[in-house]
């Protein structure tokens, strides 16, 4: 029996201030790329929980969902290291949009992560070949472009956060 294929779902903070966003700078199996905060969903967790969690982890900073930005598929081809063979991953972004809050005391930044940035829309568009993903670049544009959807779109069963309710 073939194995039952899943996207990775992750999570990310579009995070913008006088007419600049929130990016960091990480290490990948590509060299140093920018991103937004973002990262994997936890088992467990829901969307929101994971956007604020991510968000703390890379950037050391609160943040507070307003809106859902919009939610994104995309796949890419990461080359295998040594004997192994090239990855094809699949990425189901859900982007959320809202304030950053504090910066909260004690807090590192998370491994691999270089700094954070505060850049232009230019500045963005002109590091497109630095981006870690073409999501980074279209949520942008979505959120420029006045994309916000409510936080209420995705629904969170109880089951997820509190255990898998008996049938």
């Not at 969903?41 to 969902?65: I, K, Y």
């Amino acid at each position: 029996m073939q194995a039952r294929w899943k996207p990775n779902v992750t999570v990310a903070a579009v995070i913008e201030r006088d007419g600049r966003f929130l990016l960091v700078e990480e290490h990948t199996s590509e060299g140093l790329r920018l991103n937004n905060p973002a990262g994997h969903l936890d088992p467990g967790e829901s969307l929101l929980d994971g956007v604020v969690r991510e968000t703390l982890e890379e950037t050391t900073h609160r943040f507070t969902p307003t809106a859902l930005l919009g939610v994104y598929l995309s796949r890419t081809q990461r080359k295998g290291r040594g004997a192994q063979p090239d990855e094809d991953i699949t990425y189901l972004r859900f982007a959320y949009c809202g304030e950053l809050g504090e910066t909260v005391p004690g807090r590192t930044l998370d491994a691999g992560i270089v700094r954070t940035l505060w850049l232009t829309p230019d500045e963005i568009r002109d590091s497109a070949e630095r981006l870690r993903s073409p999501l980074v670049l279209r949520c942008m544009e979505d959120h420029l472009a006045g994309q916000r959807h409510p936080l209420s779109m995705v629904f969170v069963d109880a089951s997820v956060t509190t255990g898998i309710a008996p049938r």
